[in-house]
């Protein structure tokens, strides 16, 4: 369920969210007193695709996850969004339905506001203008990443290339990265337009290779050029 919450939230809870941690304490506050906040358990969905909502929101802890479904209920995860990201602002932008759904993937505190007000806060502070333009180019850059990897790689490196896109986000040392909470084959699945069945050869091959090692907690890449050199050698 999400839980609406009464009464004044503290202006920290923002500090972290990116787009907005250049503002002053006094416009953090102006902020946080016009957003709605809401506490949302794992797996509400907080988001339906093509619906015409448009305000945009904070996640100041928790995790939630983007998906789009096919008419025939197929599920393709194409981000997932940690505490200090930003989503739903396309929709405030232009106007137009939601482009995905959004779930949540843990407890996540989330802060909305509304499209008027967040146009008028683009309008009136370069600095989260720039920032905004800075994430936009960032989900661009993965998204033509993701588009090559579909034409170009077969199902398999398409599992390695997401574990590699997951290690940016979870570095464990020069070479290593520590993926947690992992993935569920299913999640890793709905990223690469693949099965669970061929995660779990993909995962079990590079734990053979000695590249990983995988539980339910944590997927542990031991070796982050060896598994960018299958990716690379597979395109020769």
Not at 2 to 11: I, N
Not at 24 to 43: G, H, M, P
Not at 95 to 115: C, F, H, M
Not at 217 to 225: K, N, S
Request: charged share 25%; hydrophobic share 40%; with cysteine.
């Amino acid at each position: 369920m999400s839980e609406k919450l009464g009464g004044a939230v503290s202006s920290s809870a923002l500090r972290h969210i990116r787009i907005l941690n250049n503002l002053d304490d006094e416009t953090l506050t102006a902020i946080a007193e016009q957003c709605q906040w809401s506490r949302c358990e794992a797996s509400r969905e907080v988001v339906t695709q093509e619906t015409a909502s448009n305000e945009v929101y904070f996640v100041c802890s928790g995790r939630v996850s983007a998906k789009i479904y096919s008419e025939k209920g197929k599920e393709i995860t194409f981000a997932e969004l940690n505490r200090g990201d930003t989503f739903g602002e396309l929709a405030a932008l232009d106007g137009r339905p939601r482009s995905s759904s959004v779930v949540a993937l843990d407890e996540t505190l989330l802060a909305s506001l509304s499209a008027p007000l967040f146009n008028q806060l683009l309008n009136d502070s370069p600095s989260v203008m720039r920032a905004l333009m800075m994430e936009l180019a960032k989900r661009l850059r993965v998204a033509d990443e993701k588009l090559f990897e579909f034409s170009a790689l077969n199902t398999g490196n398409r599992i390695h290339a997401e574990l590699l896109r997951l290690a940016r986000t979870f570095p464990a040392g020069p070479n290593q990265a520590n993926i947690a909470p992992a993935p569920t084959h299913a999640d890793l699945a709905s990223r690469t337009n693949s099965t669970r069945e061929s995660v779990t050869r993909a995962l079990n091959s590079l734990k053979r290779k000695g590249i990983i090692d995988a539980s339910r907690q944590a997927i542990t890449i031991l070796d982050l050029e060896a598994l960018a050199t299958i990716i690379r050698d597979s395109d020769e």
